[in-house]
């Protein structure tokens, strides 16, 4: 059992940047593949960022398309914390931002772009960008 618990949504204006976090506690952070989705008003829950640590390559990262270039997902291992850096944000990105944790498969990151494959959730932080 993986608990999860997001922070660092607030309000800010367009083309600032935001940081959220997501602290993981029950398991250690190693083992999961993190991922950040997002809710905007209306919309479907939409994938944002994964990030899994293999072994031999070490932390393998895929970003949304759409969000390349913007956002990055990190992790500290140490802290079982994954981060979600947003980079000159604009009044699109206002939603509901979600942490998710999936176990470690034999797929690489690119398989975890979906909602269903994951199987924690954490509550969301609001990330409203005013323009």
């Known amino acids: 059992q993986v608990q999860l618990v997001e922070s660092g949504g607030t309000l800010v204006q367009a083309g600032y940047s935001l940081r959220l976090s997501c602290a993981a506690s029950g398991r250690t952070i190693s083992n999961y593949v993190l991922g950040w989705f997002r809710q905007a008003p209306g919309k479907e829950r939409a994938f944002v960022a994964a990030i899994a640590w293999v072994p031999w390559s070490g932390n393998n990262t895929v970003v949304a398309d759409y969000l390349k270039g913007r956002f990055a997902i990190s992790r500290d291992s140490a802290k079982n914390t994954v981060y979600l850096e947003m980079n000159n944000l604009k009044p699109e990105d206002t939603a509901v931002y979600y942490c998710?944790?999936?176990?470690?498969?034999?797929?690489?990151?690119?398989?975890?772009?979906?909602?269903?494959?994951?199987?924690?959730w954490g509550q969301g932080t609001q990330v409203t960008v005013s323009s």
């Open positions: 998710a944790a999936a176990a470690v498969s034999r797929y690489g990151v690119n398989y975890y772009v979906t909602e269903d494959k994951y199987h924690y």
